[in-house]
């Protein structure tokens, strides 16, 4: 073999071999655009809407239910070169806020170690008593789980607690956890409203957090939820 055909061949083999890049994305959406972020055949999803930009497969931090907004969702995806992220036609309402090379052992979904969620009440309910909710959130101190407000799932892992929580005057409420079950914050929303508005009783979001069977109360709409932020370990964080 010649020299020049030796060189051919391990630059061959290098490009075979060669590992794929981690790129991480910081994502914001309108969700009343979409059926969600996860893909599914016939629908308008952000999933769907990214694989097809890309042509990767792209993994969410969070599968947002339909109707729920994005201000920093974070996706992952691994390709062999650096796509040119600039002239990637995204719908309107799916805006690509920034991205990054990650970590090798990144991972939008797995690597998380919290989320943090918006729910604005602005639309949804009028002249209510935001201190008896508060209240109803106090009463959630010191369970280990709260369970009882999600809703049915193939996961049946129990939901951890809120590890913060604030609830202002205008009725914007913020939560913090190391993770959240189906429906679990329009759950949490739906009945907060129920109690700001009098139709049940502070101390009842506890009871219905301890209850082993399914959620059966108000779920509050999609719309007003918003993904504000996904956490994760400091080492690792592609957006620290």
């Known amino acids: 073999m010649t020299r020049s055909g030796a060189i051919a061949l391990r630059s061959e083999l290098a490009s075979v071999n060669m590992p794929e890049l981690n790129f991480a994305l910081l994502l914001a959406y ?58 990637i036609a995204l719908p309107p309402a799916l805006r690509l806020l920034r991205w990054a090379r990650a970590h090798e052992s990144f991972h939008a979904r797995s690597s998380s170690v919290g989320k943090r969620y918006r729910y604005d009440f602005a639309h949804f309910v009028q002249n209510a008593d935001w201190e008896r909710a508060r209240a109803a959130l106090r009463s959630l101190d010191g369970l280990a789980q709260l369970s009882g407000l999600g809703s049915p799932a193939k996961d049946h892992r129990p939901a951890p607690p809120l590890t913060s929580w ?7 409420l913020e939560v913090e956890a190391c993770a959240f079950r189906k429906h679990e914050i329009r759950n949490l929303a739906g009945h907060l409203a129920a109690v700001a508005l009098g139709y049940s009783a502070p101390q009842s979001l506890r009871e219905l957090a301890q209850r082993k069977r399914p959620w059966m109360g108000a779920r ?7 993904l504000l932020e996904v956490l994760y370990p400091r080492e690792i964080d592609p957006f620290r």
Request: neutral net charge; aromatic residues 6%; proline residues 4%.
């Open 30 to 87: 309108d969700g009343a655009a979409f059926r969600g972020w996860q893909k599914q055949p016939g629908m308008v999803t952000v999933q769907g809407a990214l694989e097809a930009a890309l042509g990767h497969v792209v993994h969410g931090a969070s599968r947002t239910d339909a109707g729920v907004h994005a201000a920093g969702q974070v996706a992952s995806f691994r390709s062999g070169s650096v796509p040119a992220f600039v002239q």
């Open 166 to 172: 604030s609830l202002s005057d205008a009725g914007v």
């Open 220 to 226: 509050a709409p999609a719309h007003g939820l918003t």
